[in-house]
């Protein structure tokens, strides 16, 4: 008797155990917070992955340039199939970016006395996924050698750095200039202590090339 109760025992314990066992098929996948400072691409990198496979991951992703600290997104199975929502993405605004209609005002050399210049620039670049008209687009467009994904305005720097560009709070013409939430573009540097700045999206509204002149100290250069 005390056999036959104890085969039952483990016969049951058997039973429970396959039914527990996880599904073969099961996907894998992790849903990570973003933390500040963080682009698509350092969590690719963190994750054995690609900034496009977590982009096409995620509908609640509309820039792969643009994300929030706090939001959560979902890093897919290595094997998981994806909608192609990148190469959407980029058809997308090389239409926008090819039917923009605007002038590119002259960046003559003394250009920037008197009261500040706005000119709408044209929209062209091959490679350039940030937004067009926004400051990052602009930047990016003078500053071809810099990578996509840097950011948002106010990232690009710390990001930058991480990657091995020369950053610093001396100011040098041709280099970026950064502040909380914005980049510009360093024209020339002048012998009072201020610069000359080029941006988009400061003044004027999305696609406006601005012009002004600045105190230096306050931004930090990305060279």
Known sequence: MSFKTNLLAFAVMGTVAIAAAPSASAK?????????????????DEHKTTYVRIFDANENL???????????IRIPA?????????????????AYVASATATTASN?????????????????????????GQCTWYVKERRGDLPNMLGNGGQWAANAAARGYSTG????????AEQPGHV??????NADGTINLSEMNYAGGVGVVHHRTVPANGFTYIY
């Open 28 to 44: 894998s996948e992790t849903t990570i917070e973003i933390k500040s400072g963080d682009t698509l691409t350092s969590i690719a």
């Open 62 to 72: 509309v820039n792969p340039d643009v994300i929030n600290a706090g939001d959560k």
């Open 78 to 94: 290595a094997d998981e199939q994806l909608p192609n929502r990148y190469g959407d993405f980029t058809a997308t605004s090389t």
């Open 108 to 132: 003559a050399a003394g250009s920037y006395s008197g009261a500040p210049k706005q000119s709408f620039a044209r929209a062209s670049s091959a490679g350039n996924t940030y937004y067009w």
């Open 169 to 176: 709070h001396t100011p040098v013409a041709g280099a970026v």
């Open 184 to 189: 510009a573009y360093v024209e020339s540097v």
